[in-house]
């Protein structure tokens, strides 16, 4: 599968600050976004809980995560964002595409706008 990046901007849920914005690695193995917690205090993000989450090699990790506003190709959603470790790759996960109507094409490769929405 080809590597997709996206420039995603997050800010806080009233926009007030300064958002933070950075080349995002689309993973449609990742359920939730994440990117450094650092970052994300930065531009106002709160944590709001913790969970377990489990990693790509299959080992459990446990991270803050709080929901923020992110903006990419043109659209916005709200969603849950996960509170990486520092220098951490910022992912963009399948939740935060789908809630914007973006795909990954499986046989080009690249995003695609759905033109309409599942609703099931």
Do not use: W
Request: charge should be negative; proline fraction near 7%; include cysteine.
């Amino acid at each position: 599968m080809r590597v997709i990046h996206v420039t995603v901007s997050v800010s806080n849920l009233t926009r007030d600050g300064e958002p933070f914005e950075a080349d995002f690695l689309v993973d449609t193995g990742a359920v939730n976004s994440m990117a450094p917690r650092d970052c994300l205090l930065e531009a106002g993000v709160q944590p709001e809980g913790r969970a377990v989450y489990e990693l790509a090699n299959g080992e459990p990790v446990e991270y803050e995560h709080g929901y923020a506003r992110m903006s990419f190709l043109g659209m916005e959603t709200i969603g849950r964002i996960i509170f990486g470790p520092p220098g951490t790759e910022a992912l963009l996960g399948v939740l935060t595409l789908e809630d914007t109507g973006i795909v990954v094409d499986p046989r080009t490769q690249e995003l695609k706008q759905l033109h309409v929405r599942p609703l099931k």
